[in-house]
């Protein structure tokens, strides 16, 4: 599950979006201009515990939407690749990704974000798995989680939590990660996830072919 730094809407609303904020950085306009180009931060705890985690692998990820005719008759844009920026939460399992330049006038989604520790599941938001959470009706808890998402924009940074993997089934839900990415592009991430794998006596994941050549 990937988390969107910049929440996407669809059709018009979305190009009316990309519009303003062009318009934006091209006026100095410093909260929306600063905004699109970080930096990123947050911090990883352990889901039980509470505790800071160290050596998290952060995964930022951006796509890049071109238009097409195609789009008028499916009603969306395919992403594309359009590059990656790993991180490690240090003792205090905070993570920063520093400010970065995006083209004038392109269609760029992002950041998203995955995390990954070996001996860890899937990770959530911290406070999502609380009974106080499960009595929200849904769209508060949609308000919530996007508050949640946008808070990496903020001094303090996001908060996620990784709960601990106690089953094969749970430490492989860790492993997705999005397919579009190139692996070249994230090999701390490649690697927390063949130690994971390892463990379980898993073969490592590798490049397909068309990345080998």
């Known amino acids: 599950m990937a988390h969107p730094g910049i929440l996407r809407v669809s059709g018009a609303l979305a190009r009316l979006a990309g519009i303003l904020l062009g318009l934006a950085v091209l006026v100095g306009a410093p909260s929306l201009a600063s905004a699109a180009k970080g930096p990123w931060r947050g911090q990883v705890l352990d889901a039980e515990t509470k505790q800071p985690l160290e050596g998290v692998v952060v995964l930022a990820y951006w796509n890049r939407y071109r238009f097409s005719l195609a789009q008028l008759v499916v009603g969306h844009q395919a992403p594309e690749f359009f590059d990656a920026v790993e991180a490690v ?67 303090e940074g996001g908060k996620v939590e990784l709960p601990p993997a106690r089953t094969r089934e749970e430490q492989v839900k860790m492993e997705s990660f999005p397919t579009h990415v190139p692996v070249s592009k994230i090999p701390l991430t490649l690697n927390a996830i063949n130690k994971a794998r390892s463990a379980f006596g898993l073969s490592p994941l590798g490049p397909p072919a068309q990345e080998r050549r």
């Open 89 to 155: 939460t240090d003792a205090q399992g905070r993570w920063e990704i520093p400010k970065k330049s995006f083209p004038f006038f392109a269609d760029i989604g992002g950041p998203f974000f995955e995390y990954y520790k070996p001996g860890y599941a899937q990770w959530r938001y911290a406070g999502q798995d609380t009974a106080e959470w499960r009595q929200l009706p849904g769209e508060e808890q949609m308000r919530k989680a996007k508050e949640m998402a946008l808070a990496v924009w903020t001094e």
